[in-house]
Structure formats: structure tokens, C-alpha cells
């Protein structure tokens, strides 16, 4: 099975900075679209950033200018560097890879194939 590896979530001050970090598979990274989603308490995941193989980005209004999405082919992961962090941004964070180009709908969770485990971000 195809498996995603998260880390770098934990506590920060508002106004802090964080770093997520996903391991994907090497032959994903320069193919599939990528990206980032978070999950808050009782709703569904939704959308923050995505990147496709080419290394076009986009981000949802929510994050724009503060969270950015990268990706690295050498050691085969995927980063979600989040600065300007405000209580509103605690939520389950997941790394997901969907098996094809990005869809235009690309914030919608369905169309992704494999997920990271999960990483807890609180800002208190």
C-alpha cells in the first residue's frame, strides 16, 4: 500500500511559525498533484493548498500569503511551511496525493487517493 508519512505538527504562540513535513513515494513526486488539507472538529477536510507536477501551487484564501506549499525531489516529500499562525488554524492537518493532474476542484477530498496519518497543530 502506498503509504504517506507526516510530521511536524505540534503547539505554537499566535503569531508562530511551523513546518509540516510529508514522505511520498518516489515515483509520485514528480507526477501526481499534491497537497494539503486540514480538518477541524465535526466538518469535513477541506483544501488549503495544492501543487502539481509541474511545481504551480495554489492556495485557498484562508492561508494565502501566510502557508506555503512546497516539494522536494531529492528526498521525496511534500512541505507545509505556515507562518503568521492564529487560533483559527488549530485543526488535524493531512498530506494527501491524488493518482492524476490536478482538478480544477482540487479542494475537493474525493478526488485525492492516498493520505497521510494526521498532525495535530494547536495555537493557543
Known amino acids: 500500500p502506498v503509504q504517506l508519512v507526516e510530521s511536524g505538527g505540534g503547539s505554537v504562540q499566535p503569531g508562530g511559525s511551523l513546518r509540516l513535513s510529508c514522505v511520498v513515494p518516489?515515483?509520485?513526486?514528480?507526477?501526481?498533484?499534491m497537497g494539503w488539507f486540514r480538518k477541524f472538529p465535526g466538518r469535513e477536510r477541506e483544501g488549503i493548498t495544492v501543487i502539481d507536477s509541474n511545481g504551480r501551487t495554489s492556495t485557498a484564501d484562508s492561508v494565502k500569503g501566510r502557508f506555503t506549499i512546497s516539494k522536494h525531489s531529492g528526498n521525496h516529500s511534500l512541505y507545509l511551511q505556515m507562518n503568521g499562525l492564529n487560533p483559527g488554524d488549530t485543526a488535524e492537518y493531512y498530506c494527501?496525493?491524488?493518482?492524476?493532474?490536478?482538478?480544477?476542484?482540487?479542494?475537493?477530498?474525493?478526488?485525492?487517493?492516498?493520505w497521510g496519518q494526521g498532525t495535530q497543530v494547536t495555537v493557543s
Open positions: 494527501a496525493v491524488a493518482a492524476r493532474l490536478c482538478p480544477t476542484t482540487w479542494t475537493d477530498p474525493r478526488f485525492y487517493n492516498y
Open positions: 518516489k515515483d509520485t513526486i514528480g507526477t501526481f498533484c
